[in-house]
T-cell receptor, first 116, second 112 residues
Framework: DTGVSQDPRHKITKRGQNVTFRCDPI?????LYWYRQTLGQGPEFLTY????????KSRLLSDRFSAERPKGSFSTLEIQRTEQGDSAMYLC??????????????FGEGSWLTVV | QKEVEQDPGPLSVPEGAIVSLNCTYS??????FMWYRQYSRKGPELLMY??SSGNKEDGRFTAQVDKSSKYISLFIRDSQPSDSATYLC????????????WGLGTSLAVNP
């Protein structure tokens, strides 16, 4: 399977704990995105990388959230001191920015976070 | 007013019906229009991708974009129970795909 891979798929954690999600994008895709989705809502943009550079962070991404893509391949999203409001599905996506500006985005299966 | 409006449904149709799903938007600068299908507790799956106005057909699926009316549609012909899912529209500005703006999604049930 050469799609976007996310791990873990499900995580239950106690409030105040730290959690980390990993994303492996489609091979050779140079853009990687993180979105968050709650039930009944469309995904909300969190941040994106082009290669290893983090080019934009949403205001939704508080100081407790940090994302990295150290070698321009896989990425991690860490949430520190989790709160119940962080419970959501965290989606990773990737795309290849081609010269003709076509830029379709492909999503992974998501990582479900439940904070209890 | 949200940038993208989509009726959340739910929509229930018999197998074989033609399904019409729609979104309206307010930002006339949107250039890329996408439809994603999402099964329960799964990530969104790209179904159709359209640049600017016009129609695009892929098998049983047809996407239409009317930029003058700021209105996009997805038609599903000969609907199947396996089409039961949530359908999300998404759009972005020209040259800027880092931030997709999404509709809420329409829940579709196709009954055998």
């Amino acid at each position: 399977d050469t799609g976007v891979s996310q791990d873990p798929r499900h995580k239950i954690t106690k409030r105040g704990q730290n959690v980390t999600f990993r994303c492996d994008p489609i091979s050779e895709h140079n853009r990687l995105y993180w979105y968050r989705q709650t039930l009944g809502q469309g995904p909300e943009f969190l941040t994106y990388f082009q290669n290893e550079a983090q080019l934009e962070k949403s205001r939704l991404l508080s100081d407790r959230f940090s994302a990295e893509r150290p070698k321009g391949s896989f990425s991690t999203l860490e949430i520190q001191r989790t709160e119940q409001g962080d419970s959501a599905m965290y989606l990773c996506a990737s795309s290849l920015v081609e010269t003709d500006r076509r830029n379709t985005i492909y999503f992974g299966e998501g990582s479900w976070l439940t904070v209890v | 007013q949200k940038e993208v409006e989509q009726d959340p449904g739910p929509l229930s149709v018999p197998e074989g019906a033609i399904v019409s799903l729609n979104c309206t938007y307010s930002n006339s600068a949107f250039q890329y229009f996408m439809w994603y299908r999402q099964y329960s507790r799964k990530g969104p799956e790209l179904l159709m991708y359209t640049y600017s106005s016009g129609n695009k057909e892929d098998g049983r699926f047809t996407a239409q974009v009317d930029k003058s009316s700021k209105y996009i549609s997805l038609f599903i012909r000969d609907s199947q129970p396996s089409d039961s899912a949530t359908y999300l529209c998404a759009m972005s500005l020209a040259g800027n795909n880092r931030k997709l703006i999404w509709g809420l999604g329409t829940s579709l049930a196709v009954n055998p």
